[in-house]
């Protein structure tokens, strides 16, 4: 069965550094990846969406990588602030049957500390 | 535009109750999700809907059913609630295959 995992449950940086978060997969060739924002209380937000022909997509200080090959993504953010404190989700895409649905990891909770 | 609201934000059920969470989005979006998310587990699929009058089960369906009778809005209902349906439920859209739009979520209290 496909399995997502996401390296760490928490992860805690300093403010300023970049932060980097890896999402690795099996049993999945998916045609794309995305990456969402969860704060507490509240829906997942999308971020970016990077697909299996692309090897890097850049969205502001966000910064993923797909390597199908490794099977794994990364999610960076640069410079980052106590304000990109949050949950990140990856999530792949499975498509079966006509539908496309997402299976979630996760997610890792980063704490940028000032 | 709203975006994907729910209603209600919280409600707690007695075991064996039913109710019905409403999902409802402005956008115009032909996919519709609803979701379970529950701690060490991450969100899992219960059901989604490709478009009006179509439904399909997800990761999770045993125990809810669903309906999509007018585009916009995407119904989870529970028919005979158990303690195990204790979690917090978000419901998302989404034009096509791509990024999904999440609701503020429902969370729920089988007692």
């Known amino acids: 069965s496909q399995k997502i995992e996401q390296n760490s449950e928490a992860l805690n940086i300093q403010e300023g550094k970049t932060a980097t978060l890896t999402c690795n997969y099996t049993n999945y060739s998916p045609a794309y990846l995305q990456w969402y924002r969860q704060d507490p209380g509240r829906g997942p937000v999308f971020l970016l969406l990077i697909r299996e022909n692309e090897k890097e997509k850049r969205k502001e200080r966000l910064k993923v990588t797909f390597d199908t090959t490794l099977k794994q993504s990364l999610f960076h953010i640069t410079a980052s602030q106590p304000a990109d404190s949050a949950t990140y989700l990856c999530?792949?895409?499975?498509?079966?049957?006509?539908?496309?649905?997402?299976?979630f990891g996760k997610g890792t909770k980063l704490s940028v500390i000032p | 535009n709203a975006g994907v609201t729910q209603t209600p934000k919280f409600r707690v059920l007695k075991t064996g109750q039913s109710m019905t969470l409403l999902c409802a989005q402005d956008?115009?979006?032909?996919?519709m999700y609803w979701y379970r998310q529950d701690p060490g587990m991450g969100l899992r699929l219960i059901h989604y809907s490709v478009g009006e009058g179509t439904t399909a089960k997800g990761e999770v369906p045993d125990g809810y059913n669903v309906s999509r009778l007018k585009k916009q809005n995407f119904l989870l209902g529970l028919e005979s609630a158990a303690p195990s349906q204790t979690s917090v439920y978000f419901c998302?859209?989404?034009?096509?295959?791509?990024?999904?739009?999440f609701g503020p979520g429902t969370r729920l209290t089988v007692l």
């Open positions: 999530a792949l895409e499975y498509s079966g049957a006509g539908s496309y649905q997402l299976t």
């Open positions: 998302a859209s989404s034009y096509s295959t791509e990024a999904q739009f």
């Open positions: 956008m115009n979006h032909e996919y």
